[in-house]
């Protein structure tokens, strides 16, 4: 069920000129919800919204199944543009990835159907991502 949510995006400004043309009108949402921290990566998550559209009423249409953590959850070598208190959504969002130090726990714990758990996810992960 859709559930209309008012959220900020954020468009991608690189300061290289060529990779600029090719994202100018790219938009994202970066946010936390209840997961953060606990189920999801502690800084927050981002997800992909798309070309913006000229029309300032047009309504968006947000999959949060390809939620991704940023480049920062895989290794301190990358620094992450963090959610503001306002990007804030109050409903759990359970969809995308999961934190990322999780998949370790669950196989260090010995659960019988982590394997499983842990290769379904990377393949829906990859078909996501491309």
Avoid at 40 to 66: C, L, M, S, W
Avoid at 76 to 81: D, G, R
Wanted: aromatic fraction near 14%.
């Amino acid at each position: 069920m859709a559930v209309p949510v008012r959220l900020n995006v954020y468009k991608f400004t690189p300061h290289d000129g060529k990779r600029y043309a090719l994202f100018r009108d790219y938009l994202s949402v970066w946010f936390t919800d209840p997961t953060t921290g606990v189920e999801t990566y502690h800084v927050g998550r981002y997800v992909e919204v798309g070309a913006e559209q000229p029309d300032p009423q047009h309504v968006y249409t947000i999959d949060f199944n390809k939620a991704y953590n940023p480049y920062c959850a895989y290794s301190s070598l990358y620094s992450c543009a963090i959610p503001r208190t306002e990007d804030r959504i109050l409903t759990p969002v359970r969809a995308g990835e999961l934190i990322y130090q999780a998949v370790d726990l669950v196989m260090k714990a010995g659960y019988k159907e982590a394997r499983t758990l842990v290769d379904v996810a990377g393949k829906m992960v990859s078909k996501i991502r491309g």
